[in-house]
């Protein structure tokens, strides 16, 4: 059974400077380019926002960004309804917790980006 995905773009803070560069992101989304605002820079913003509602996540803007700034990953669709952790718009998503037992161990394993760490940091009430 084939689980669907949900392709969404994710906007490094990091390394986004909208000030930068001549907004390739922008300039060369096909939803733009049809009239629909997918992508915004305004001149106030410190990264570019691109609406998870209106991205097809083709990848194009991944391939135009001069500073790697966005990615695109794939999000099984169900997991929409159990988001524990968000930190912010084009942001990373923690979907579910692991569930510690009394008198057992208990480790996080997987790869990096993931959210081990976040999740040990809600389990422990140092994020809401």
């Given amino acids: ?29 096909p939803v733009v380019r049809m009239g629909k605002l997918c992508i915004e820079v305004t001149s106030k913003d410190r990264i570019a926002y691109i609406s998870e509602e209106l991205c097809i996540g083709c990848g194009i803007c991944v391939k135009k960004c001069p500073f790697d700034a966005i990615q695109i990953i794939n999000l099984p669709k169900n997991l929409e309804k159990e988001t524990v952790h968000r930190f912010g718009a084009n942001a990373f998503k923690l979907h579910r917790l692991p569930t510690p037992r009394p008198g057992q161990v208990l480790g996080l394993v997987g790869t990096n980006g993931i959210g081990k760490s976040t999740a040990l940091k809600v389990l422990a009430a140092k994020l809401k």
Avoid: G, N, T
């Fill in 1 to 29: 059974m084939s689980e669907k995905l949900e392709r969404i773009a994710i906007v490094s803070s990091d390394r986004c400077k909208p000030k930068k560069c001549r907004q390739e992101c922008k300039k060369s989304c």
